[in-house]
């Protein structure tokens, strides 16, 4: 491989880790954002496990159903996604745990969309970390440091071969 290709390789390992980590980044207002949503009235605070596996709030993490269907319809880091995101959520009449009632009327129910089991989230106790608590825990997604020293590693693999 020749050093422009090379070099263009690792650019563009670069530009999409940077991509990746800015895709819908947990934020602590996310949460409140949701509340205040005027289609949903929300008398609670949806708690991080809404979208994040057991509410790390790691770039990586918000993999849960409910999170998955605001992501294909367009919730990314910026705030102003979120209302979007809920409201195309809304006329999709998205139901993320297939139990016949959809996210939305979850939500206003005070119920977990992503279980059938209608588990109340209203008053759940999150963990000590994410939305507000500690530090979180667990891995996120690999940031531009990491890919770069990613590149430079394969750079100098690549040089010893030659």
Known sequence: MNKTKQRLTVGLLVLGS??????????????????????????????????????????????????????????????????????????????SDGDGTTDVDELKAGTDPNSSANASIKDGQEPGYGCGGTAPHGRSAPGAAGVLTLGWFLLRRRRGQA
């Open 18 to 95: 940077l991509g990746l980590s800015a895709l819908a980044q947990a934020k602590s207002e996310f949460p409140s954002e949701m509340a205040r949503n005027p289609n949903l009235n929300l008398s609670y605070q949806p708690p991080c496990s809404v979208c994040h596996i057991d509410a790390n709030i790691g770039s990586s993490t918000p993999i849960t159903p409910f999170a998955l269907s605001l992501r294909a319809r367009g919730l990314t880091g910026q705030n102003s996604s979120v209302s979007s995101s809920l409201s195309k959520l809304e006329s999709d009449a998205v139901d």
